[in-house]
T-cell receptor, first 113, second 112 residues
Framework: GDSVTQMEGPVTLSEEAFLTINCTYTATGYPSLFWYVQYPGEGLQLLLK?????DKGSNKGFEATYRKETTSFHLEKGSVQVSDSAVYFC????????????FGKGTTLSVSS | KAGVTQTPRYLIKTRGQQVTLSCSPI?????VSWYQQTPGQGLQFLFEYFSETQRNKGNFPGRFSGRQFSNSRSEMNVSTLELGDSALYLC???????????FGEGSRLTVL
């Protein structure tokens, strides 16, 4: 069945470091791909998404490109801030509306000043 | 605007009992989906309702059921509770087409 695999954390970085969180997927068809983020004490919220191959999603300095050939959707940010400390979840949707998601296990990012 | 509201926030049950959780969506959102979050399995999709009809279903046993009312509010029910049902149950709602889910804070169920 469809699945999402993301790198296990925790990931610990210093402020202004470069961030990559790897995400690969297995799916039949062409799902939409998402990154959701959960900040401490808050609920899950959408960070960015891509709906077809080669699409790049971006938001708040984060980017991810939908790579069909490598079945990947890696999250990157050029310079992380302390406020980026959170749990990041990669997900794919197996319905057109993007409302039924398969999530990865989540990666905890901790950024220190 | 008001967010997704889930009730109750915390509850404790014993094995064999049943539980009903409620989710009130953001105004205008007709899709309501439910997820189970545990430390071992992570976030797992239970089911999704749209306009009072179950539109998608995850891989959970029949003890897990749900429904949606005409005002888009949704309930999920777990019967014959097992210890392994202890989890955070998250509700997420969406406006059709946007592909963005808005999550509630969850209902934390502990089964003793």
């Amino acid at each position: 069945g469809d699945s999402v695999t993301q790198m296990e954390g925790p990931v610990t970085l210093s402020e202004e470091a470069f961030l990559t969180i790897n995400c690969t997927y297995t799916a039949t068809g062409y799902p939409s791909l998402f990154w959701y983020v959960q900040y401490p004490g808050e609920g899950l919220q959408l960070l960015l998404k891509a709906t077809k191959a080669d699409d790049k999603g971006s938001n708040k300095g984060f980017e991810a490109t939908y790579r069909k050939e490598t079945t990947s959707f890696h999250l990157e940010k050029g310079s992380v801030q302390v406020s980026d400390s959170a749990v990041y979840f990669c997900a794919l949707s197996y319905n057109q509306a993007g409302t039924a998601l398969i999530f990865g296990k989540g990666t905890t990012l901790s950024v220190s000043s | 605007k008001a967010g997704v509201t889930q009730t109750p926030r915390y509850l404790i049950k014993t094995r064999g009992q049943q539980v009903t959780l409620s989710c009130s969506p953001i105004s205008g959102h007709r899709s309501v989906s439910w997820y189970q979050q545990t430390p071992g399995q992570g976030l797992q999709f239970l089911f999704e309702y749209f306009s009072e009809t179950q539109r998608n279903k995850g891989n959970f046993p029949g003890r897990f059921s749900g429904r949606q009312f005409s005002n888009s509010r949704s309930e999920m029910n777990v019967s014959t509770l097992e210890l392994g049902d202890s989890a955070l149950y998250l509700c997420a709602t969406a406006r059709e087409i946007t592909g963005e889910l808005f999550f509630g804070e969850g209902s934390r169920l502990t089964v003793l």
